[in-house]
Each structure stands twice: as C-alpha cells, then as structure tokens.
C-alpha cells in the first residue's frame, strides 16, 4: 500500500490516494499503520476517493479504528495533496466529509499549496445535534462533575462534538489523567473530543486538546473552531474578528462569522512517503481489535 505521511501542525495522518490504492477494512488498516512503535506512527488514517457531490471525498479513522466525521487538518493536507499531486489544477475546490460538503481555498507559494483555508460550515449549537444530553436549547458555561471536579463547560459540533474548557494554566494539566473522562463521560452518548483553552487576549487563545479515539494530539482543526465558537459565546472573543489560537503544534487563524460559519486557515505540509506490504497488514489484522 502506497501512502503519504503529512501534518497539520502536527496532526499527522496517513493519506491514502483511493484513485490509485484499494484499502480493504480500512478501520483496522488505521489501528495498524497508526502505532507508532509497530507500524508508521499516526492519529490516524485518511483515505482520499472519488466522490458523485463534490472534487473529492475524504473517509478518516481514527487511531483506535473508529471512523471519524470530520477532521480539520486533515482537509487542509487533502487540499495540498490534490493539488501538488496533480489530482486538480483548481485553487478552490470542494470535498466531501461524513458532515457534509467543506469549500477549500488554496494558496500557493512556488506552485505548491502552502495555506488552505476551509469554510467549515455553521457551528452546530443544538445539544441533540452535537450531540450531548441536555434539555437546555444550548449548552453554553454549563457545569458538569468529572471524577468529582466540577468544570464550567461550552459544547459545540464543528461535524465533530466538542466540549470546550476555559482555564488557566493549561501546560499544567495532566491530560493523560483525565482526558479519557471527558472523552467518556455519560452525557456524551458518542463520545467527545475535548479542548482546554485559555485566554490570552481578545484576538489570542492557547488551546490542548484531547481528541476521542485518538488520545491528546498536537493540533485539532474542528477543536479550534469549537473553541473560537465557545469564546465567542462566552463573550471572550467577537463575531468576524480573526482569532489566533497557538496549539502545541503550531497556530491557526479562525473566523467565527455572525452568519455563524466558522472559516479557518493554516498550513499543511508533508512528512514523507513510503509503501507499507500488504503481507505486514493482513498478518496483524487477525489480532486487531478496534472502536469502530
């Protein structure tokens, strides 16, 4: 199997070109090139297909092998990888997700796509939608006791639930102690990624996050939106105003639109490319056991 290795500040995956390659069970194909002591070492696998509604579709599994509905990331290096591949000669092209249609804006430097920014649709505010248990009609600075803490918590869909944490401090947290709680707290009837964010100004967070399935990453696209979302509607940050989030992978540029579209911009960029056997990955999917 031919595969790509890129990052989006350090949100790494596995690309897979599907107009060229045929990924059998792909969920437990993505347990098995993710590890990163056994295998290439990923958060995950990203197939990239033909698609009847739009340029390109994108399929992505998680590092556990559950099939996630959309990554941020992961659409800005799918729109690199089009491009510099030679797949499309377009700079606006449109990709298919599991949560519908994204708008891809690409820039060149030398030919190559450098940055992408992605329209990634409304935020998704509705707790059924997101979806999180709750009558309330938003889930904005609500309360919620984890392993007996209580956290003030703001939940929002970017295609992907998130629930996002305002605090102080965040280097300090132990997110390999309590991530696994957020992620799998009961009010979550599919699980959670979540985001502790911490203000810098206006126009400046700093963000960790925790992503379900895949443990804490380095970056997560629709977490950062989530999180620009959440300040927003807390009042931190203000509609259309650009806003600068440092992850430990790197920075991205959000706009939440009073339209209530959220548009976000960052780099992409590739690792490496190899072939991985076929005879390597059928002998360990006997063994695999994946969330999927």
């Not at 098995?32 to 990923?42: E, F, L, N, T």
């Not at 941020?72 to 290096?77: M, V």
């Not at 491009?83 to 891809?104: A, H």
Request: include cysteine; glycine fraction near 8%.
């Amino acid at each position: 199997m031919k595969f790509s290795k890129m990052h989006g500040i350090g949100n790494d995956y596995i690309y897979v070109n599907c107009f060229e390659e045929t990924v059998s069970e792909p969920e437990k194909v993505s347990v098995i090139v993710s590890d990163r002591h056994k295998g290439i070492g990923s958060d995950g696998l990203v197939l990239i297909m033909p698609s009847e509604k739009a340029d390109f579709r994108m399929r992505i599994f998680n590092a556990d092998g559950s099939e996630a509905m959309m990554c941020g990331n992961a659409t800005r290096c799918i729109g690199k990888y089009v491009y510099d591949m030679g797949l499309t000669d377009k700079t606006d092209i449109t990709l298919e997700t599991n949560s519908g249609i994204k708008y891809l804006k690409l820039f060149l430097k030398n030919n190559k796509v450098s940055l992408v920014q992605v329209d990634m649709g409304k935020a998704i505010l509705k707790p059924a939608e997101i979806p999180v248990k709750s009558s309330l009609d938003t889930f904005i600075n609500q309360p919620v006791d984890v392993d007996g803490k209580t956290y003030s918590m703001t939940c929002v869909s970017m295609g992907n639930p998130h629930a996002v944490i305002f605090t102080d401090d965040i280097d300090g947290l132990d997110l390999e102690k309590i991530g696994s709680s957020f992620e799998n707290h009961e009010i979550f009837p599919d699980r959670v990624n979540t985001e502790f964010a911490e203000v810098i100004d206006n126009h400046t967070l700093k963000m960790r996050v925790w992503e379900r399935g895949s443990g804490e990453t380095f970056a997560c696209g629709t977490g950062t939106c989530a999180t620009v979302v959440s300040a927003v509607l807390n009042g931190i940050c203000k509609h259309d105003d650009e806003i600068l989030v440092h992850l430990r992978g790197g920075d991205l540029r959000i706009i939440y639109k009073s339209d209530g579209t959220v548009m976000m911009t960052g780099p992409a960029e590739y690792i490496c490319e190899g072939i991985i056997s076929d005879e390597f990955i059928n002998e360990k999917k006997e063994n695999v056991i994946c969330r999927s």
